[in-house]
């Protein structure tokens, strides 16, 4: 994989992406066919996985007539099942013919079961499918982020993957809003089956990419290994410490959802509030997608350092919103600061994060370390989500909050103290 290697500036061979060449004049080489096939993809995924998340609350109480605890356990079983094919795509990744299995299988199987579910007549079946989407999903991350790394120069990470997370917070807005139109014309179980389309098209883009990425013919097949150890040595490891102090505050944004609905239910009623609390999670949302621009900018701009000093940017955004949260009142406009302040945060960390991880990785190793951030993703994000709600619900939403705060803080002590050890060139 050396040949292949996009983090190596002089590389000039015929593996070298195209995006390796003069910068003239006005012209942005990094947004080559694959970076532009790789971002359609996720785009397109989002839409295609958004439509049955969005349905499936309503279709397993309403339609199947599960207790709400049902839901619960399908996405608290689905999540730790991402979070597994995460690790394993990781190590899958490592090898570049089957990396590219992997990406184009991952978001097929993705498509495919999740729209699935619309045919389901019970519970269980539905929750099987929803795990077994969630693991294929998980299963492709590392890969994808491993042929963004491909096909774009290292001079341009930032940017390459502020575009990928964009494209994806673009779909994770259009999915529902399809979802909303789906049920109207055709009701939740055809709405759930059409998904397969976006699902589909997903796969076709991600095919193209590798296409476009004139990557060298595998002639030998690597040997399958699950690389921890390696991966932490040196500067990456100091960073993964604190992105995993970052993720076990990063709670799911339903909670920030539901503090929103609670504070406002008491001045609006129940249903008013809810419509609100749905209308600032468009905020989050929208200033997500916003913050990717100039976070991939700047990571680029500020040299090596430039990754953690854009998460540690995120980290501190995410502290703000979950003071506000911790002491708000039924104040609007306060609210909506905190959603956006907390859109920020992700904006510029989960773009950042990645391009910390394609600059400090080895390259022999990048998709087991892509496959360690996701997993470390994943499980931080259940963590912070299951703590948090017990803490909110047996506590205080104070107290909650204030325990996130916690956490955010020691992230940017650790982050803080890895930007300090990071030469200003070579390698750590």
Known sequence: MGEQDAQSPGTTGPAAPAAVE?????????????????????????VGHEVPTSLLPSFVTATLGAPAAALGLIEGISEGLAGTGRFVGGALADDPGRRRTVAVGG??????????????????????????????RGLRVPARNALLADVVPAHAYGRAYRFERTMDNLGAIGGPLLALLLVSLVGVRTAILLSVIPGLLAAVAIVYAIGQAKLPTVTERKKLRFQVRPVLRGQL?????????????????????????????????????????????????VAATVASFPAGSMSDRLGRRGPLL??????????????LFAVAGPALVLLGVAFALAGVGIGCAETAEHAAVAAFAPPELRGS??????????????A?????????????????????????????VVLGWAVLRVPQAGRA
Do not use: C, K
């Open 107 to 136: 978001y097929t199987a993705t498509a495919v079961l999740s729209a699935l579910i619309g045919t389901t007549t019970s519970v269980v079946a539905a929750g099987v499918l929803r795990g077994a989407a969630w693991f294929a």
């Open 237 to 285: 490891g100091r960073v993964m410490v604190g992105f995993t102090a970052f993720e076990i505050g990063n709670v799911a944004a339903t909670l920030l959802i539901l503090r929103a609905t609670d504070l406002l239910a008491e001045g609006h009623g129940i249903q008013a509030a809810t419509q609100l609390g749905i209308g600032l999670y468009v905020i989050y949302n």
């Open 369 to 382: 370390a892509f496959g360690l951030l996701a997993t470390v993703q994943a499980i931080g994000n259940v």
């Open 384 to 412: 912070a989500s299951a703590v948090a709600g017990l803490l909110y619900t047996f506590a205080s939403p104070t107290i909650a909050f204030g325990y996130l705060v916690v956490w955010m803080v020691a992230a940017l």
């Open 310 to 323: 854009v998460t540690l940017a995120g980290v501190a955004a995410f502290a703000g919103a979950y003071l």
């Open 22 to 46: 003069s910068i003239g004049e006005g012209r942005r080489p990094w947004l080559t066919p694959g970076v532009g096939g790789i971002g359609t993809a996720s785009f397109l995924a989002d």
